[in-house]
């Protein structure tokens, strides 16, 4: 097993320290430090690609892009022709304005034959199937997995080599490499790291969504 590096995370801001605090300097909340392993791995990683050497941009060659349709024209357009091989895309808004109804319809029209896995720590298979069936949806390649725990879910992802992934929705997923509560910014930065980096090792496009409400407190001023 590799060697984990520690860093300690402020879970009200995203602030980080060597040390733990009891007070956070950028954001003065009490008791919001908890600790963050980092995979010493990722830094072995990052250093085998600092060696990398220049070359001339006019020599570069580069395969074209394939995309997929998202079945959706405008949905399409705006993300530039399609959906990109292992691309990560966000889909954010407020509750009830129809994120999951979407996102169900893409799973529909997306020209695949393979597997699209549909992953909900909120609904259960019930509940998605009735919307579904409102929708009249009923291809044989959607599959529901009901998982709240980013490990399992890249198992499954492994074994199960779908084209989509959706994550339904982000808040909901967790590591139990770090000590907060599912939805904080530590836990939201592990999983979306790890699932950045699975998309691209493994090929695979997610969609994730994010439940935002109408004036996230802890998110105004951050980058997530
Ligand atoms: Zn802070």
């Given at each position: 097993?590799?060697?984990?590096?520690?860093?300690?995370?402020?879970?009200?801001?995203?602030?980080?320290?060597?040390?733990?605090?009891?007070?956070?300097?950028?954001?003065?909340?009490?008791?919001?430090?908890?600790?963050?392993k980092l995979d010493t791995n990722v830094a072995t990683k990052k250093k085998e690609k600092e060696t990398a050497k220049s070359v001339a941009l006019k020599n570069v060659e580069y395969k074209e892009i394939s995309r997929i349709?998202?079945?959706?024209g405008e949905l399409d357009r705006v993300l530039g022709g399609g959906l990109v091989d292992g691309s990560l895309i966000l889909i954010g808004g407020e509750p009830g304005i129809g994120k999951s109804t979407l996102i169900l319809q893409i799973c529909d029209k997306i020209k695949t034959d393979k597997i699209v896995l549909y992953v909900s720590g909120e609904e259960s298979a019930e509940q998605i199937k009735l919307r579904a069936d409102r929708l009249k949806i009923n291809k044989n390649n959607i599959m529901f997995y009901g998982e709240t725990d980013i490990d399992l879910i890249e198992s499954e992802i492994e074994e199960k080599k779908p084209e989509l992934v959706i994550i339904d929705s982000i808040q909901t997923i967790f590591s139990d490499k770090v000590d907060s509560i599912p939805g904080s910014i530590g836990q939201l930065r592990e999983i979306t790291s790890r699932i950045m980096r699975m998309c691209k090792e493994k090929k695979v496009t997610t969609i994730i969504i994010r439940t935002?409400?109408?004036?996230?407190?802890?998110?105004?001023?951050?980058?997530?």
């Open positions: 097993m590799a060697k984990a590096k520690a860093v300690f995370v402020c879970n009200n801001c995203g602030y980080e320290s060597s040390k733990w605090l009891g007070k956070c300097p950028a954001c003065n909340e009490w008791n919001t430090f908890f600790e963050q349709s998202t079945g959706f935002c409400n109408k004036r996230p407190e802890t998110l105004q001023d951050q980058e997530y």
